[in-house]
Protein backbone atom coordinates (compact mmCIF):
# COMPACT_ATOMS: atom_id res chain seq x y z
CA UNK A 1 0.00 0.00 0.00
CA UNK A 2 1.70 3.79 -1.13
CA UNK A 3 0.75 6.15 1.35
CA UNK A 4 1.81 9.23 2.44
CA UNK A 5 3.94 10.14 5.41
CA UNK A 6 1.86 11.77 8.11
CA UNK A 7 0.70 15.03 7.50
CA UNK A 8 -1.79 18.27 8.72
CA UNK A 9 -4.67 18.80 6.25
CA UNK A 10 -6.01 22.46 5.91
CA UNK A 11 -8.78 23.55 4.06
CA UNK A 12 -8.93 27.07 2.61
CA UNK A 13 -12.32 28.94 1.83
CA UNK A 14 -10.90 31.53 -0.07
CA UNK A 15 -7.67 32.56 -2.24
CA UNK A 16 -6.54 35.21 0.97
CA UNK A 17 -7.24 32.52 3.15
CA UNK A 18 -4.90 30.09 1.32
CA UNK A 19 -2.56 32.82 1.84
CA UNK A 20 -2.85 33.85 4.70
CA UNK A 21 -2.56 29.57 5.65
CA UNK A 22 1.00 29.82 3.64
CA UNK A 23 1.97 32.69 5.44
CA UNK A 24 1.98 31.23 8.81
CA UNK A 25 2.89 27.58 7.46
CA UNK A 26 5.46 28.02 4.79
CA UNK A 27 7.78 25.87 2.77
CA UNK A 28 5.92 22.94 5.15
CA UNK A 29 2.85 23.00 3.75
CA UNK A 30 1.69 22.64 0.17
CA UNK A 31 -1.33 23.36 -1.62
CA UNK A 32 -3.24 20.66 -3.21
CA UNK A 33 -5.59 21.08 -6.20
CA UNK A 34 -5.97 18.01 -8.15
CA UNK A 35 -3.88 16.11 -6.60
CA UNK A 36 -2.82 14.03 -9.49
CA UNK A 37 1.09 14.58 -9.44
CA UNK A 38 1.23 15.68 -5.77
CA UNK A 39 -0.08 12.65 -4.38
CA UNK A 40 1.70 9.92 -6.49
CA UNK A 41 4.42 11.61 -5.06
CA UNK A 42 3.60 12.22 -1.59
CA UNK A 43 2.86 8.36 -1.58
CA UNK A 44 6.56 7.82 -3.07
CA UNK A 45 7.74 9.73 -0.50
CA UNK A 46 9.45 11.65 -3.25
CA UNK A 47 7.25 14.55 -1.86
CA UNK A 48 7.20 15.27 2.25
CA UNK A 49 4.90 18.16 3.74
CA UNK A 50 3.79 18.68 7.21
CA UNK A 51 0.42 20.57 5.85
CA UNK A 52 -1.92 20.30 3.15
CA UNK A 53 -3.63 23.27 2.01
CA UNK A 54 -6.47 22.16 0.10
CA UNK A 55 -7.84 24.26 -2.21
CA UNK A 56 -11.02 23.09 -4.19
CA UNK A 57 -13.67 24.04 -2.34
CA UNK A 58 -11.82 27.74 -4.68
CA UNK A 59 -13.28 26.21 -7.46
CA UNK A 60 -15.92 28.94 -7.86
CA UNK A 61 -13.25 31.69 -7.71
CA UNK A 62 -10.19 30.26 -9.59
CA UNK A 63 -12.39 28.28 -11.75
CA UNK A 64 -13.02 29.94 -15.23
CA UNK A 65 -12.02 30.60 -18.85
CA UNK A 66 -12.89 34.14 -19.92
CA UNK A 67 -12.74 35.99 -23.14
CA UNK A 68 -11.58 39.34 -22.79
CA UNK A 69 -10.48 41.75 -25.83
CA UNK A 70 -7.18 41.66 -25.71
CA UNK A 71 -6.39 38.44 -23.90
CA UNK A 72 -8.19 35.24 -22.58
CA UNK A 73 -8.10 34.44 -18.78
CA UNK A 74 -7.99 31.29 -17.46
CA UNK A 75 -8.47 30.53 -13.78
CA UNK A 76 -5.89 28.37 -12.15
CA UNK A 77 -7.92 26.13 -10.51
CA UNK A 78 -10.03 25.16 -13.84
CA UNK A 79 -9.96 21.44 -14.42
CA UNK A 80 -8.42 19.60 -17.57
CA UNK A 81 -12.01 18.24 -18.80
CA UNK A 82 -13.44 22.51 -18.13
CA UNK A 83 -10.25 23.55 -20.26
CA UNK A 84 -10.79 20.52 -23.06
CA UNK A 85 -14.61 21.51 -23.32
CA UNK A 86 -13.78 25.07 -23.46
CA UNK A 87 -15.87 27.11 -26.26
CA UNK A 88 -13.82 29.50 -25.79
CA UNK A 89 -10.34 27.77 -26.23
CA UNK A 90 -11.60 26.49 -29.34
CA UNK A 91 -12.17 29.02 -30.96
CA UNK A 92 -8.77 31.52 -29.95
CA UNK A 93 -6.76 28.21 -29.08
CA UNK A 94 -7.51 25.18 -30.57
CA UNK A 95 -3.83 23.89 -28.97
CA UNK A 96 -5.65 23.49 -25.50
CA UNK A 97 -8.13 20.65 -27.10
CA UNK A 98 -5.08 19.05 -29.15
CA UNK A 99 -3.44 18.98 -25.96
CA UNK A 100 -5.79 17.72 -23.44
CA UNK A 101 -7.02 15.28 -25.48
CA UNK A 102 -4.08 13.42 -25.09
CA UNK A 103 -3.50 13.97 -21.40
CA UNK A 104 -4.21 11.14 -19.20
CA UNK A 105 -7.48 10.11 -19.17
CA UNK A 106 -10.92 11.33 -18.97
CA UNK A 107 -11.47 10.30 -15.24
CA UNK A 108 -8.06 11.91 -14.06
CA UNK A 109 -8.95 15.21 -16.29
CA UNK A 110 -11.81 15.64 -14.28
CA UNK A 111 -9.28 16.47 -11.18
CA UNK A 112 -6.51 17.90 -12.61
CA UNK A 113 -6.06 21.21 -12.93
CA UNK A 114 -3.97 23.40 -14.99
CA UNK A 115 -2.91 25.85 -12.51
CA UNK A 116 -1.66 22.27 -10.59
CA UNK A 117 0.02 21.35 -14.30
CA UNK A 118 1.93 24.31 -13.90
CA UNK A 119 2.86 24.56 -10.70
CA UNK A 120 4.50 20.93 -10.87
CA UNK A 121 7.06 21.85 -13.33
CA UNK A 122 7.29 18.63 -14.82
CA UNK A 123 9.55 19.09 -18.07
CA UNK A 124 7.66 16.74 -19.59
CA UNK A 125 4.20 18.42 -18.94
CA UNK A 126 1.55 19.04 -21.65
CA UNK A 127 0.34 22.18 -20.55
CA UNK A 128 3.68 24.19 -19.99
CA UNK A 129 4.20 23.76 -23.44
CA UNK A 130 1.04 24.76 -24.21
CA UNK A 131 1.30 27.90 -22.37
CA UNK A 132 5.00 28.52 -23.39
CA UNK A 133 3.27 28.45 -27.21
CA UNK A 134 0.99 31.00 -26.14
CA UNK A 135 3.40 33.35 -24.65
CA UNK A 136 1.16 32.87 -21.24
CA UNK A 137 1.26 35.37 -18.16
CA UNK A 138 0.61 34.07 -15.10
CA UNK A 139 -0.68 36.23 -12.22
CA UNK A 140 0.97 35.12 -8.81
CA UNK A 141 -1.34 36.25 -6.05
CA UNK A 142 1.13 36.77 -2.33
CA UNK A 143 0.38 38.39 1.32
CA UNK A 144 -1.70 41.83 1.01
CA UNK A 145 -3.68 40.59 -2.30
CA UNK A 146 -0.56 41.79 -4.35
CA UNK A 147 -0.30 40.48 -7.46
CA UNK A 148 2.47 40.32 -9.88
CA UNK A 149 2.66 39.15 -13.23
CA UNK A 150 5.47 37.00 -14.62
CA UNK A 151 6.20 35.02 -18.33
CA UNK A 152 6.51 31.78 -18.84
CA UNK A 153 10.02 32.07 -19.15
CA UNK A 154 10.11 33.45 -15.41
CA UNK A 155 7.73 30.61 -14.34
CA UNK A 156 9.31 27.97 -15.03
CA UNK A 157 12.66 27.97 -13.11
CA UNK A 158 13.71 24.41 -13.41
CA UNK A 159 12.41 20.97 -13.04
CA UNK A 160 9.84 21.18 -10.20
CA UNK A 161 10.58 24.55 -9.45
CA UNK A 162 8.51 27.78 -9.83
CA UNK A 163 8.71 31.18 -9.34
CA UNK A 164 5.34 30.79 -7.61
CA UNK A 165 7.15 31.47 -3.73
CA UNK A 166 6.49 29.43 -0.36
CA UNK A 167 3.30 32.37 0.67
CA UNK A 168 1.95 32.59 -2.73
CA UNK A 169 -0.40 30.96 -4.76
CA UNK A 170 -1.07 31.23 -8.93
CA UNK A 171 -4.33 32.50 -9.36
CA UNK A 172 -4.73 33.23 -13.42
CA UNK A 173 -3.15 32.15 -16.94
CA UNK A 174 -3.73 35.15 -19.40
CA UNK A 175 -3.27 34.11 -23.13
CA UNK A 176 -2.74 37.75 -25.26
CA UNK A 177 -4.93 37.52 -28.36
CA UNK A 178 -3.70 38.77 -31.56
CA UNK A 179 -5.33 38.55 -34.90
CA UNK A 180 -4.78 35.81 -37.74
CA UNK A 181 -3.60 33.30 -34.92
CA UNK A 182 -3.68 28.96 -35.65
CA UNK A 183 -2.78 26.76 -32.96
CA UNK A 184 -1.89 22.71 -32.28
CA UNK A 185 -0.45 20.57 -30.52
CA UNK A 186 0.85 17.04 -31.30
CA UNK A 187 2.54 14.19 -29.29
CA UNK A 188 4.16 11.22 -29.36
CA UNK A 189 3.69 8.72 -26.22
CA UNK A 190 4.16 5.06 -25.82
CA UNK A 191 0.77 4.29 -25.05
CA UNK A 192 -2.19 6.31 -24.17
CA UNK A 193 -2.63 8.91 -21.39
CA UNK A 194 1.22 8.35 -21.36
CA UNK A 195 3.83 11.24 -20.49
CA UNK A 196 5.18 12.37 -23.89
CA UNK A 197 8.11 10.96 -25.67
CA UNK A 198 8.11 14.31 -27.03
CA UNK A 199 5.34 16.97 -28.02
CA UNK A 200 5.27 20.22 -29.61
CA UNK A 201 2.89 22.92 -29.41
CA UNK A 202 2.98 25.79 -32.32
CA UNK A 203 1.09 29.16 -32.60
CA UNK A 204 1.13 31.58 -36.06
CA UNK A 205 0.08 34.69 -36.72
CA UNK A 206 -0.61 35.70 -40.02
CA UNK A 207 -1.50 38.54 -41.51
CA UNK A 208 -2.06 38.83 -45.20
CA UNK A 209 -0.84 35.63 -46.13
CA UNK A 210 2.59 36.24 -44.37
CA UNK A 211 3.76 35.01 -40.98
CA UNK A 212 3.54 38.20 -38.35
CA UNK A 213 4.94 35.87 -35.51
CA UNK A 214 5.39 32.25 -34.63
CA UNK A 215 6.31 30.53 -31.23
CA UNK A 216 7.25 27.03 -31.06
CA UNK A 217 7.05 25.33 -27.53
CA UNK A 218 8.21 21.54 -27.16
CA UNK A 219 8.37 19.28 -23.60
CA UNK A 220 10.11 16.58 -22.76
CA UNK A 221 13.47 17.48 -24.38
CA UNK A 222 15.12 18.68 -21.84
CA UNK A 223 15.46 20.36 -18.16
CA UNK A 224 12.99 23.48 -18.94
CA UNK A 225 9.54 23.72 -21.17
CA UNK A 226 11.65 24.66 -24.17
CA UNK A 227 10.20 27.31 -26.28
CA UNK A 228 12.59 28.48 -28.76
CA UNK A 229 12.95 32.15 -30.01
CA UNK A 230 15.23 31.39 -33.04
CA UNK A 231 11.97 29.27 -34.88
CA UNK A 232 10.14 32.84 -34.00
CA UNK A 233 12.78 34.88 -35.97
CA UNK A 234 13.48 32.50 -38.72
CA UNK A 235 9.87 32.60 -39.39
CA UNK A 236 8.85 36.16 -39.15
CA UNK A 237 7.72 37.90 -42.17
CA UNK A 238 7.35 34.89 -44.33
CA UNK A 239 4.99 32.85 -46.31
CA UNK A 240 4.72 29.42 -44.75
CA UNK A 241 5.25 26.65 -46.95
CA UNK A 242 6.75 23.15 -46.17
CA UNK A 243 10.34 24.35 -46.92
CA UNK A 244 9.96 26.63 -44.04
CA UNK A 245 8.59 24.04 -41.81
CA UNK A 246 11.32 21.63 -42.28
CA UNK A 247 14.03 24.66 -41.15
CA UNK A 248 11.91 25.53 -37.90
CA UNK A 249 11.84 21.42 -37.38
CA UNK A 250 16.04 21.29 -37.74
CA UNK A 251 15.86 24.60 -35.52
CA UNK A 252 13.85 22.77 -33.04
CA UNK A 253 15.83 19.32 -33.53
CA UNK A 254 19.32 21.70 -32.77
CA UNK A 255 18.32 23.36 -29.49
CA UNK A 256 16.45 21.11 -27.33
CA UNK A 257 18.53 19.02 -25.19
CA UNK A 258 16.70 15.67 -24.68
CA UNK A 259 18.35 12.43 -22.53
CA UNK A 260 18.15 9.17 -23.64
CA UNK A 261 15.81 7.02 -21.20
CA UNK A 262 13.06 4.29 -21.58
CA UNK A 263 10.77 6.75 -23.57
CA UNK A 264 13.51 6.38 -26.12
CA UNK A 265 16.87 7.84 -27.60
CA UNK A 266 18.10 11.23 -27.60
CA UNK A 267 18.43 10.74 -31.38
CA UNK A 268 14.77 9.53 -31.89
CA UNK A 269 13.63 12.41 -29.25
CA UNK A 270 15.66 14.81 -31.91
CA UNK A 271 13.44 13.66 -35.11
CA UNK A 272 10.43 13.69 -33.16
CA UNK A 273 11.23 17.80 -31.81
CA UNK A 274 11.58 18.26 -35.82
CA UNK A 275 8.44 16.36 -37.12
CA UNK A 276 6.59 17.30 -34.34
CA UNK A 277 7.58 21.01 -35.01
CA UNK A 278 6.49 20.46 -38.96
CA UNK A 279 3.45 18.95 -38.21
CA UNK A 280 1.90 21.70 -35.74
CA UNK A 281 3.39 24.25 -37.91
CA UNK A 282 1.68 23.04 -40.63
CA UNK A 283 -1.87 22.51 -39.13
CA UNK A 284 -1.48 25.84 -37.04
CA UNK A 285 -0.98 27.95 -40.37
CA UNK A 286 -4.58 25.88 -41.52
CA UNK A 287 -6.09 27.12 -38.86
CA UNK A 288 -4.99 30.48 -38.94
CA UNK A 289 -6.38 30.62 -42.35
CA UNK A 290 -9.58 29.02 -42.32
CA UNK B 1 -9.44 14.60 12.31
CA UNK B 2 -12.76 14.39 11.35
CA UNK B 3 -14.10 13.77 7.98
CA UNK B 4 -18.73 14.07 7.23
CA UNK B 5 -19.22 13.19 3.86
CA UNK B 6 -22.06 11.56 2.20
CA UNK B 7 -21.87 8.08 0.31
CA UNK B 8 -24.37 6.40 -1.57
CA UNK B 9 -27.18 8.90 0.55
CA UNK B 10 -26.23 8.16 3.74
CA UNK B 11 -24.04 10.76 5.78
CA UNK B 12 -21.31 9.32 7.49
CA UNK B 13 -18.71 11.08 9.82
CA UNK B 14 -15.50 9.32 11.22
CA UNK B 15 -11.89 10.13 12.93
CA UNK B 16 -9.95 9.28 10.04
CA UNK B 17 -5.54 10.10 9.48
CA UNK B 18 -5.51 13.36 6.88
CA UNK B 19 -3.48 11.19 4.47
CA UNK B 20 -6.03 7.93 4.53
CA UNK B 21 -6.83 7.68 0.83
CA UNK B 22 -10.65 7.50 -0.23
CA UNK B 23 -10.10 3.92 -1.22
CA UNK B 24 -9.17 2.85 1.93
CA UNK B 25 -11.81 5.32 3.88
CA UNK B 26 -14.32 3.54 1.75
CA UNK B 27 -13.24 -0.04 2.09
CA UNK B 28 -11.42 -0.37 4.90
CA UNK B 29 -13.57 2.26 7.19
CA UNK B 30 -17.10 2.10 5.97
CA UNK B 31 -16.52 -1.21 4.62
CA UNK B 32 -17.51 -0.76 1.41
CA UNK B 33 -15.52 -3.17 -0.42
CA UNK B 34 -17.37 -3.18 -4.04
CA UNK B 35 -14.84 -0.57 -5.00
CA UNK B 36 -11.55 -2.39 -5.57
CA UNK B 37 -8.47 -0.88 -4.57
CA UNK B 38 -5.74 -1.58 -7.85
CA UNK B 39 -2.43 0.45 -8.93
CA UNK B 40 -2.19 2.65 -6.49
CA UNK B 41 -1.01 5.05 -9.21
CA UNK B 42 -4.56 6.29 -10.90
CA UNK B 43 -3.30 4.31 -14.17
CA UNK B 44 -5.77 0.86 -13.57
CA UNK B 45 -9.08 3.19 -12.37
CA UNK B 46 -10.77 0.09 -10.59
CA UNK B 47 -11.12 2.35 -7.68
CA UNK B 48 -13.10 5.00 -9.74
CA UNK B 49 -16.04 6.65 -7.74
CA UNK B 50 -18.40 9.39 -8.18
CA UNK B 51 -17.18 12.99 -6.57
CA UNK B 52 -19.94 15.19 -6.84
CA UNK B 53 -21.18 13.32 -9.60
CA UNK B 54 -17.58 13.16 -11.77
CA UNK B 55 -15.77 9.94 -11.65
CA UNK B 56 -12.59 9.79 -10.02
CA UNK B 57 -9.44 7.75 -9.20
CA UNK B 58 -9.97 7.56 -5.47
CA UNK B 59 -6.83 6.06 -4.80
CA UNK B 60 -5.45 9.46 -5.77
CA UNK B 61 -8.09 11.82 -3.66
CA UNK B 62 -7.53 11.94 0.24
CA UNK B 63 -10.92 10.97 2.57
CA UNK B 64 -10.18 14.18 3.60
CA UNK B 65 -10.73 16.42 0.48
CA UNK B 66 -13.99 14.53 -0.14
CA UNK B 67 -15.89 15.53 3.26
CA UNK B 68 -18.56 17.53 2.78
CA UNK B 69 -19.53 16.26 -0.72
CA UNK B 70 -21.14 13.69 -2.57
CA UNK B 71 -19.65 10.30 -3.09
CA UNK B 72 -21.71 7.17 -4.81
CA UNK B 73 -19.83 4.18 -5.33
CA UNK B 74 -21.11 0.89 -7.50
CA UNK B 75 -23.11 -0.34 -4.17
CA UNK B 76 -24.99 2.60 -4.52
CA UNK B 77 -25.73 2.29 -8.75
CA UNK B 78 -29.03 -0.25 -8.05
CA UNK B 79 -32.23 0.92 -6.89
CA UNK B 80 -32.96 -1.51 -4.24
CA UNK B 81 -33.13 -4.76 -6.13
CA UNK B 82 -33.81 -3.41 -9.34
CA UNK B 83 -30.11 -3.12 -10.43
CA UNK B 84 -28.77 -0.27 -12.56
CA UNK B 85 -29.33 -0.62 -16.66
CA UNK B 86 -25.26 -1.17 -16.67
CA UNK B 87 -25.24 -3.53 -14.03
CA UNK B 88 -27.67 -5.68 -16.60
CA UNK B 89 -25.98 -4.69 -19.48
CA UNK B 90 -22.53 -5.86 -18.12
CA UNK B 91 -24.40 -9.35 -16.86
CA UNK B 92 -26.34 -10.14 -20.84
CA UNK B 93 -23.18 -8.95 -22.19
CA UNK B 94 -20.46 -10.65 -20.28
CA UNK B 95 -19.07 -7.64 -19.94
CA UNK B 96 -17.09 -9.15 -16.34
CA UNK B 97 -14.87 -12.28 -16.35
CA UNK B 98 -12.75 -11.81 -13.09
CA UNK B 99 -14.99 -8.93 -12.05
CA UNK B 100 -11.50 -7.00 -10.72
CA UNK B 101 -12.20 -3.51 -13.11
CA UNK B 102 -15.78 -3.81 -13.12
CA UNK B 103 -16.73 -1.66 -10.28
CA UNK B 104 -14.38 1.50 -12.05
CA UNK B 105 -15.90 0.53 -15.19
CA UNK B 106 -19.67 0.70 -14.44
CA UNK B 107 -19.14 3.95 -12.24
CA UNK B 108 -17.70 5.49 -15.74
CA UNK B 109 -20.38 4.06 -17.85
CA UNK B 110 -22.85 5.83 -15.55
CA UNK B 111 -21.99 8.66 -15.86
CA UNK B 112 -21.15 8.48 -19.45
CA UNK B 113 -24.94 7.59 -19.79
CA UNK B 114 -25.99 10.56 -18.12
CA UNK B 115 -24.06 13.10 -19.81
CA UNK B 116 -24.58 11.73 -23.31
CA UNK B 117 -27.23 8.74 -23.80
CA UNK B 118 -26.30 7.53 -26.99
CA UNK B 119 -22.59 7.17 -27.05
CA UNK B 120 -20.64 5.36 -29.84
CA UNK B 121 -18.56 2.87 -29.76
CA UNK B 122 -15.41 5.20 -29.72
CA UNK B 123 -17.13 7.65 -27.79
CA UNK B 124 -17.35 4.49 -24.83
CA UNK B 125 -13.95 3.48 -25.64
CA UNK B 126 -12.45 6.94 -25.06
CA UNK B 127 -14.71 7.18 -21.39
CA UNK B 128 -13.17 4.20 -20.52
CA UNK B 129 -9.34 4.35 -21.60
CA UNK B 130 -8.52 5.65 -18.39
CA UNK B 131 -9.27 2.08 -17.07
CA UNK B 132 -7.74 -1.34 -17.23
CA UNK B 133 -9.26 -4.70 -17.93
CA UNK B 134 -6.67 -7.18 -16.75
CA UNK B 135 -8.71 -10.05 -18.92
CA UNK B 136 -8.65 -7.42 -21.97
CA UNK B 137 -12.37 -7.85 -22.06
CA UNK B 138 -13.02 -4.43 -23.54
CA UNK B 139 -14.94 -5.50 -26.82
CA UNK B 140 -17.99 -7.15 -23.95
CA UNK B 141 -17.24 -4.01 -21.90
CA UNK B 142 -18.18 -2.23 -24.81
CA UNK B 143 -21.26 -4.18 -26.02
CA UNK B 144 -22.70 -4.00 -22.01
CA UNK B 145 -22.66 -0.08 -22.33
CA UNK B 146 -24.56 0.02 -25.60
CA UNK B 147 -26.71 -2.76 -24.14
CA UNK B 148 -27.58 -0.18 -21.64
CA UNK B 149 -27.66 2.68 -23.37
CA UNK B 150 -30.07 0.99 -26.24
CA UNK B 151 -32.01 -0.32 -23.19
CA UNK B 152 -32.60 3.08 -21.13
CA UNK B 153 -34.00 4.83 -24.59
CA UNK B 154 -36.30 1.79 -25.44
CA UNK B 155 -37.66 2.15 -21.40
CA UNK B 156 -37.82 5.64 -21.99
CA UNK B 157 -39.97 5.64 -25.36
CA UNK B 158 -42.13 3.03 -23.48
CA UNK B 159 -42.96 5.34 -21.19
CA UNK B 160 -43.90 8.32 -23.76
CA UNK B 161 -45.84 5.65 -25.48
CA UNK B 162 -49.65 4.98 -24.71
CA UNK B 163 -50.44 1.49 -27.00
CA UNK B 164 -49.55 -1.64 -25.94
CA UNK B 165 -47.80 -2.14 -29.23
CA UNK B 166 -44.65 0.22 -28.14
CA UNK B 167 -43.63 -1.95 -25.81
CA UNK B 168 -39.81 -2.75 -26.12
CA UNK B 169 -38.61 -5.92 -27.44
CA UNK B 170 -36.32 -8.43 -26.45
CA UNK B 171 -32.63 -7.73 -26.14
CA UNK B 172 -30.77 -10.82 -26.85
CA UNK B 173 -27.10 -11.70 -25.08
CA UNK B 174 -25.24 -10.45 -28.35
CA UNK B 175 -26.01 -7.19 -27.02
CA UNK B 176 -28.06 -5.52 -29.19
CA UNK B 177 -31.28 -5.32 -28.07
CA UNK B 178 -34.05 -6.72 -30.83
CA UNK B 179 -36.37 -4.03 -32.79
CA UNK B 180 -38.84 -3.45 -30.85
CA UNK B 181 -42.73 -5.32 -31.52
CA UNK B 182 -44.83 -2.97 -33.73
Redesign the interface.
Known amino acids: ?9 E ?1 ATSVDHAISLLERLGGTARL ?1 AG ?2 SL ?2 MM ?1 LRLANFDY ?1 I ?1 I ?1 DLHGELGYVEAGPDEVRIGALTRHRELLESPVLATAFPIFADAERVI ?5 R ?2 GTLGGSLCQADPSEDLSAVCTTLDARCVIRGPGGAERVVSMEEFHVGPYETAVADDEILVEIRLPVRPGCGSAYAKVERR ?2 DWAVVSAGAAVWLDGGAIVDARVGLAAVGPNTTGIPAISAALRGREPSESLYEQAGAIAADSCDPVTDQRGSADYKRHLAAELTRRTLRRAVERARS | ?1 QVTMTVNDVEVTREI ?5 LV ?1 FLRDVLGLTGTHWGC ?3 NC ?1 TC ?1 VWLDG ?4 SC ?3 A ?2 A ?1 GHQVRTVEGLAKGAELDPIQQGFMQCHGLQCGFCTPGMMM ?1 ARALLDRNPDPSETEIR ?2 I ?3 ICRCTGYATIVRSVRWAAVAEAQAAAQVTETTESSEAGEIDNAGQPAEAVA
Open positions: MQVPAPFEYRIGHLPKLDNADPVVNRAG | MEARLLHDTSGVEPVKTVLAMGTEASGQ
